[in-house]
């Protein structure tokens, strides 16, 4: 089966510019998730969607950062500033239903550096 | 809330050797208990998981038991390849609809 498919691979931007990613699940998946991986950490969860429902983003900066799926399919994942602290991996997954042991299925990441 | 705590990388073995990362947790909850693995230059995937206590999860000749009472999940290999080198991400999910929280990762690598 086809896996989550993120992009861009890389990104370089300066502080004060925009930058936006996107991620396509895998087909059939209900819950979305955006992490952020900052170097040398595990990954933090920014936002978890149910279908085109938000079902987590206590922890997404929301003064700069937006995140949408529509028809509950495709996502999109913006900064706006972004800050030199947002240099990190942008990870993107999916997982069937989102019940408590089920498996996520993890994008490549996107790759961001803020200069 | 919860949290995962992992034994500090760089893990570095001779192939053969005998792997253990450590993982301990702490959760409001029953979590489920997951290892993920990171390949370089690829993404996240599961390697092995366990939904209640004393059950292991085994996976590529890698085991971990969950453990209620000391509230853990080591990772073990008797027997370690240079392509085991990766890093290991210790996880755990409470209930449905809840994030997946990740420890720091360990950074294990084998030299032939």
């Known amino acids: 089966e086809a896996g989550v498919a993120q992009s861009p691979r890389y990104k370089i931007i300066e502080k004060r510019q925009s930058v936006a990613f996107w991620c396509n699940p895998i087909s059939g998946h209900a819950t979305l998730y955006w992490y952020q991986q900052i170097l040398g950490q595990g990954p933090k969860l920014l936002i978890q969607?149910?279908?085109?429902?938000?079902?987590?983003d206590s922890q997404l900066p929301k003064d700069r950062f937006s995140a949408e799926r529509l028809k509950g399919v495709d996502s999109t994942l913006k900064i706006q500033p972004a800050k030199l602290e947002d240099s990190a991996v942008y990870l993107c997954a999916s997982s069937l239903e989102g019940a408590a042991n089920e498996k996520l299925f993890f994008g490549s990441g996107t790759q961001l550096s803020v200069l | 809330g919860n949290s995962v705590t992992q034994m500090e990388g760089p893990v570095t073995l001779s192939e053969e050797a005998f792997l253990t990362i450590n993982c301990t947790y702490t959760a409001t909850g029953y979590p489920s208990l997951f290892w993920y693995v990171q390949y370089p230059g690829e993404g996240l995937q599961l390697l092995l998981k366990?939904?209640?206590?004393?059950d292991k999860g085994s996976n590529k000749g890698f085991e971990a038991t969950y453990r209620k009472e000391t509230t853990s999940f080591h990772l073990e290999k008797g027997s370690v390849q240079v392509s085991d080198s990766a890093v290991y991400f210790c996880?755990?999910?409470?209930?449905?609809?809840?994030?997946?929280?990740f420890g720091t990762g360990t950074r294990l690598l084998v030299s032939p």
């Open positions: 969607f149910q279908n085109n429902g938000v079902v987590d």
């Open positions: 366990a939904t209640k206590a004393d």
């Open positions: 996880a755990l999910k409470v209930g449905g609809f809840q994030k997946l929280v």
